[in-house]
């Protein structure tokens, strides 16, 4: 009988992990890393409730770090199986593993120096060792393209918008048919598909993070315009936090339309992450996989 467990993703909105089991055979759909509180990135460090070198073959959505960000520590515990993702979110993936393993080599050295750790020492949850050896384990598929797995199992990726490569997906082993949205995307989005319509399906788990929540239809690009005006009227800096893949590549979008109406005048515009700005140059690597074509996007992320 097939059966599911979420290791993650259910009860929290970070840490996505759904595993699937069918006989001896399992399969893990998507591998996040846990955020937010201390509570909840403690629960990183816990055991999963299956051993990784037990588990068949992982299935990526999409490269943010609560769907991808396990990897690491799932190879360096014993994981040996693909991870199957879209081309783009492979080289998504790449970049945000190596940083987040860059980062937590980068804490953990921080606690020793300063001895704030009641750990000695504190070690980081994977280094960036460990993030380029997850990487070797990808395999790329095509949206549409149907991957055999072990145990009878196969699957397709179908875009979901959201962010460059990103998939939901559906699943048919046994005599089921499960869909797993991911994070799904809006339709209309300036750089972004719309999502692919879904099939029809036994079981369908939809993330629902914002489920009881209304899009905003107002204009992005005219809320910014009054903002960063505002800002420019009164000889201040606007700085925006932004995340470093989808976030930052969307405003970028929404400056440069404004500059092209004439609005903003000859103010600079200053992309101040390096992760943020790899990201961006993905973004020529991977057109099929957004709305911009080769031109636009070079004008678009030139500013």
Not at 20 to 48: M, S, T, Y
Not at 249 to 263: M, T
Request: a neutral charge.
């Amino acid at each position: 009988m097939l059966s599911l467990k979420s290791l993650g993703g259910a009860g929290t909105v970070t840490g996505s992990k759904h595993l699937l089991r069918l006989g001896e055979h399992r399969i893990l759909v998507d591998c996040g890393l846990f955020q937010g509180l201390k509570n909840l990135r403690e629960l990183n460090w816990a055991p999963l409730t299956v051993a990784p070198r037990d588990i068949d073959a992982v299935i990526l959505t999409h490269a943010h770090l609560d769907h991808c960000g396990y990897l690491p520590r799932l190879v360096r515990e014993g994981y040996r199986g693909k991870v199957h993702a879209t081309p783009a979110t492979r080289d998504v993936a790449e970049l945000i593993l190596m940083d987040s393993g860059h980062l937590q080599e980068k804490d953990a050295e921080f606690l020793n120096r300063h001895k704030l750790s009641r750990h000695q020492p504190a070690l980081p949850l994977y280094g960036v060792g460990d993030a380029q050896r997850a990487v070797e384990h990808f395999s790329t598929a095509e949206f549409g393209q149907r991957v055999r797995l072990g145990g009878d199992a196969s699957f397709r990726f179908h875009p979901a918008g959201h962010i460059l490569g990103a998939a939901w997906v559906e699943l048919e082993w046994g005599d089921r048919k499960i869909v797993f949205s991911g994070d799904i995307g809006r339709y209309g989005d300036p750089l972004m598909p719309d999502p692919a319509p879904t099939v029809e399906a036994d079981y369908i788990l939809v993330e629902s993070t914002y489920g009881n929540r209304i899009h905003d239809r107002s204009d992005p690009a005219e809320a910014l315009r009054v903002v960063a005006e505002r800002t420019i009227a009164r000889g201040g800096t606007l700085v925006i936090p932004a995340f470093a893949v989808g976030r930052a590549q969307e405003l970028l979008y929404y400056f440069w339309k404004l500059k092209r109406a004439g609005h903003l005048g000859e103010i600079p515009l200053f992309l101040d992450s390096p992760m943020a700005i790899e990201a961006t140059g993905l973004m020529s690597r991977h057109l099929p996989d957004h709305r911009l074509d080769a031109k636009t996007c070079g004008d678009v992320f030139s500013i």
